[in-house]
């Protein structure tokens, strides 16, 4: 399980509160998801999950999608305050 403080050595290391991404490549992180064939093994682990009902290894790749879901979290958002930072710029 990814643990607050690997959350905050990401978020040190990304500095999403930095809005310094080219428009391009924010525009592509924002674009980046899971494919629906994970977003719906992601709803059946969590499912099992909540049942108390998850293996060993079902555990395990749960917490992998977790780790992964939680880097894209702040990497969209250093994603989405550099394009506010963008039209902030290019209206003034």
Known sequence: MIRATETDI????IAPDDGNLEPGLAQYILKLDFPQSDHRRIDELSSKAQDGALTPEEESELE???H???FLAIVQSKARLSLQSAAAHQAS
């Open 10 to 13: 990401l978020s040190r290391i």
């Open 64 to 66: 992998g999608y977790l």
């Open 68 to 70: 992964v879901n939680d």
